[in-house]
């Protein structure tokens, strides 16, 4: 057994979670009923993340900003715009493929009584009252726009705290990212009990008769991954994209894909940028930051269904609407992470700018819940394998200004 466990250990975290993914899918195939009970792994370790992560992230960001030093460069500004950038392109993506791969819905009854937002207006409102929300209800409530807020205030009013205070709050953060890795470590048994438990009870079935609209969804993400973010990453550190891309896919997608939930996957982007040698200071902001206004993968499918829903009712769209719609889709996700539903319940409020009723546009939610099993998780890769890229690349582009030389680890 000890011969076992070391070998285990020896391999990459990426091959323990694809050998976890596969005993995953065969018990879920063959004793879906016998196995039924290693679904509570699945829920052990997105628990698990989900409740360190805010924690994380409060101390990490205090101890950044109080130990930051006047001068000291960061590469915030440029992240920001990078994913702004991502965001809107990533929404004009999804438009553009619409128009070339129309796809019309069954649209039937409406589904169980949930209310979308109101308008743009209402959204933004949202985010912002997020900013000054009770600290203690923010990290309760995962709050990470409120987390973010509180946790620069607290390290701004400490820069000038005695060395020990800073110390003090610096172990705490380091023994936190020590709880994190010891969390990954079991992504292996997690994504085994995740898989296992969304073939089981989903199956494929249900997602049969929505094949044409979930291959426009998830070829735009893929896109927007292999060749938009591609194209970006080359223009800003002018070497090979794919390395620093693939990687960034391989060791956050995968683990996004399966837990489903972009906060959860902060610990687990924290560890990737450590491991490309990123500024600690900079990506203990950019990552939790852009598990909330970082989402590509919510424009596409903000944009797609919607106009699914606009071609259903034959309704004509000029090339000026197009354009209104993909920069809507991409505010509306900005704001997805502080609206109950996430970007699912959004669909309405672009829905609202053709005129489509707020009955018929429900409809076009419920079968986003559908296919969600599969949507869901693609869109929650694309969005926070994102977050890792647009920080490296940041930090990278400016690296190619020094002179350094940039070096993506194999592993």
Known sequence: MSNFIKRWNQLSLVKRIIIGLIVGIILAVTIPNVAKPITIFGSLFVGALKSVAPILVFFLVTSAISQHKSGQKTTMKSVIILYLLGTFLAGLVAVIVSFMFPVTLTLGAGIESITPPGGVVEVLKTLLLNVVDNPVKALYNANYIGILSWA????????????????????????????????????????????????????????????????????????????????????????????????????????????????????????????????????????????????????????????????????????????????????????????????????????SLFGIPNDVAMQVVGVGFVIGVIQDSCETALNSSTDVLFTAVSEFAEWRKEGKKIVIPKK
């Open 152 to 351: 620069l205030l607290l390290g701004l009013a400490l820069k000038n705290a005695p060395e020990s205070t800073k110390t003090m709050i610096s172990n705490a953060s380091d023994a936190l990212s020590q709880i994190v890795r010891w969390v990954i470590n079991f992504a292996p048994l997690g994504i085994m009990g995740l898989v296992f438990d969304t073939i089981a009870t989903q199956g494929i079935k249900s997602l049969l008769s929505y094949g044409q609209l979930l291959l426009v969804l998830v070829g735009s993400m893929l896109f927007v991954s292999l060749v938009v973010n591609p194209i970006i990453t080359f223009i800003m550190i002018r070497q090979n994209p794919y390395p620093l891309v693939l990687k960034c896919l391989k060791d956050s997608g995968i683990t996004a894909f399966f837990t489903r939930s972009s906060a959860a996957n902060i610990p687990v982007n924290m560890r990737l940028c450590d491991e490309l040698g990123l500024d600690k200071d900079s990506y203990s902001v950019s990552i939790p930051l852009g598990a909330t206004i970082n989402m590509a993968g919510a424009a596409i499918t903000i944009s797609i269904l919607t106009l699914a829903a606009v071609n259903t009712l034959g309704i004509q769209v000029d090339i000026g609407t197009a354009l209104i719609l993909s920069l809507l889709s991409a505010v509306s996700a900005c704001g997805a992470s502080g609206v109950a539903g996430g970007s699912l319940l959004l669909i309405p409020l672009a829905c």
